[in-house]
C-alpha cells in the first residue's frame, strides 16, 4: 500500500474509533454510577427508586431535558443537585469522574434525550 | 514400583499442606478465600475490573472490620449487600416487566442475590484463626489514623435519621433497618457491629481512598456531621431489629 493510503486508513480509523471509545466508556460509567438510581435504560427507575422520597430524573424525558443547558448538566454531575437547585439525593460526583469523563457523560446523556436534536444540529450551550 | 514411588512422592508433598490448613488461618484464607476474594491488593483501578469483582476485597479487613463480627460472621455467613457485590448482576431491568404492576415501574433485583447467601461456614476454631490472619491485613494504616471518634457528640435516633436520610442521601442507597432503604449499599444497620469507627470516619469521608472505583460518592460530609453520623450508627446497631417480629 502507498503510505499516503495508510496515512488515510489511519485517520479514518481514528475518526471512527475515537469517539466510540468514548461512548463506550461513558455507558459503562452510566451503567456503574447513574443506573442505581436512574435506570438500566436512564428512564429514572432505578433500583433504589422505592426507598427514594424524589423520583430521579428521566434522562429520556425530551421535553425536560432539553430546557437544560449542558452546563446545567455538567454541574449537577460534578457538584451534585443542590448546585442546581435539585435534591440533595442527586450526589456530586467530582471526586470519582475525572473531569473528562464528566463530559463524555454529559454527551451520554444526550444521546438518551436529545438524539433528534443532535442530528439537527441543536447547540445545547 | 514407579507408582509406589509417585504416591509416596504424593503423600510427603500434600500432606504438610493439608496439616497446616486445618490449624493456620492464612493457610485456610489462602486455600478457601483466596479464589473469590482478594487478599493481596490493589483494588481496581478501573471500571472494567470492578465488575470483574465477586467478592468484596479482604486485603485491608485488618483495618476495616471488627474482630468479634468476623468470627461471628464466619461461622453463621448472611448478607450484608442486599444488591450482592456486583449489582451489575443482580438488577433486571426487562421492559417487559414494566406496566405489569401499576405504580411498580422500576427496576427490580432478582437471581441468586433473592436467595440467602451461599458462602462457606467455618468451624468455630478455624474462624477464630482466620479472624486474626484477617485482622493482620493492615496496608492502610494511613488513611485511618487521623481518624478519632469523638463519643461525646451523640445523636439519638431520629436525628440520626434525619442526618442520613434527608441531609446527606445516603438512605438512598443504604438501608437503615431491613428492607427500609436502597439496595444497592451495603446495609448500615448493622455497619456498627461490623466496621472499626475509624473505617467509617475515612470512608465516608472519602472512599476513593479505599475503592478507587467504588459506586459510592464522596459526600462532602461537614467533620461535625461526619461524627454524629458515625455515633448514630453505632447506636443504630445496637438496637434489636428482630424485636418487631
Known amino acids: ?125 | 514400583m514407579k507408582r509406589v514411588l509417585i504416591l509416596a512422592l504424593l503423600v510427603v508433598f500434600s500432606s504438610p499442606a493439608l496439616s497446616s490448613a486445618g490449624e493456620d488461618g492464612a493457610g485456610i484464607l489462602k486455600q478457601r478465600c483466596a479464589k473469590c476474594h482478594d487478599l493481596t491488593g490493589p483494588a481496581p483501578q478501573t471500571i472494567r475490573k470492578l465488575w470483574e469483582r465477586d467478592a468484596p476485597d479482604l486485603f485491608y479487613a485488618g483495618n476495616k472490620f471488627r474482630r468479634e463480627w468476623l468470627v461471628e460472621w464466619m461461622q453463621k455467613p448472611v448478607r450484608v449487600r442486599p444488591a450482592g457485590v456486583n449489582y451489575l448482576r443482580t438488577i433486571n431491568s426487562s421492559p417487559t416487566q414494566k406496566k405489569e404492576v401499576e405504580g411498580k415501574n422500576y427496576d427490580i433485583l432478582w437471581g441468586s442475590v433473592l436467595k440467602p447467601l451461599r458462602h462457606l461456614a467455618l468451624k468455630p476454631a478455624e474462624a477464630t484463626a482466620v479472624a486474626d490472619a484477617l485482622m493482620k491485613l493492615k496496608p492502610y494504616d494511613k488513611y485511618v489514623s487521623g481518624m478519632n471518634l469523638d463519643t461525646s457528640m451523640k445523636v439519638g435516633l431520629d436525628k440520626g435519621e434525619v442526618l442520613f436520610d434527608k441531609v446527606y442521601g445516603c438512605l438512598s442507597c443504604h438501608q437503615v433497618e431491613p428492607g427500609f432503604g436502597g439496595y444497592t449499599g451495603a446495609e448500615v444497620y448493622t455497619a456498627g457491629r461490623r466496621l472499626q469507627p475509624e473505617f467509617m470516619l475515612s470512608y465516608i469521608t472519602r472512599p476513593k481512598n479505599w475503592d478507587p472505583k467504588i459506586w459510592m460518592p464522596n459526600g462532602n460530609v461537614k467533620p461535625a456531621d461526619l461524627q454524629k453520623i458515625v455515633n448514630y450508627l453505632i447506636t443504630l446497631s445496637k438496637e434489636d431489629f428482630n424485636a418487631a417480629n
Open chain 1, 1 to 125: 500500500m502507498q503510505p499516503i493510503k495508510i496515512l488515510f486508513v489511519f485517520a479514518t480509523l481514528m475518526f471512527i474509533a475515537t469517539p466510540a471509545a468514548y461512548a463506550e466508556v461513558a455507558f459503562m460509567n452510566y451503567k456503574s454510577y447513574c443506573m442505581q438510581c436512574h435506570g438500566m435504560h436512564g428512564k429514572g427507575d432505578g433500583v433504589n427508586v422505592p426507598a427514594m422520597n424524589v423520583r430521579p430524573r428521566d434522562h429520556s424525558d425530551n421535553k425536560y431535558m432539553m430546557t437544560r443547558t449542558n452546563t446545567e448538566i455538567y454541574k449537577a454531575i460534578k457538584f451534585g443537585g443542590p448546585a442546581v437547585n435539585k435534591s440533595i439525593k442527586m450526589p456530586g460526583w467530582g471526586d470519582v469522574l475525572t473531569e473528562e469523563e464528566i463530559n463524555q457523560m454529559v454527551g451520554h446523556i444526550r444521546t438518551l434525550c436529545c438524539e433528534r436534536e443532535i442530528l439537527r444540529g441543536v447547540n445545547f450551550k
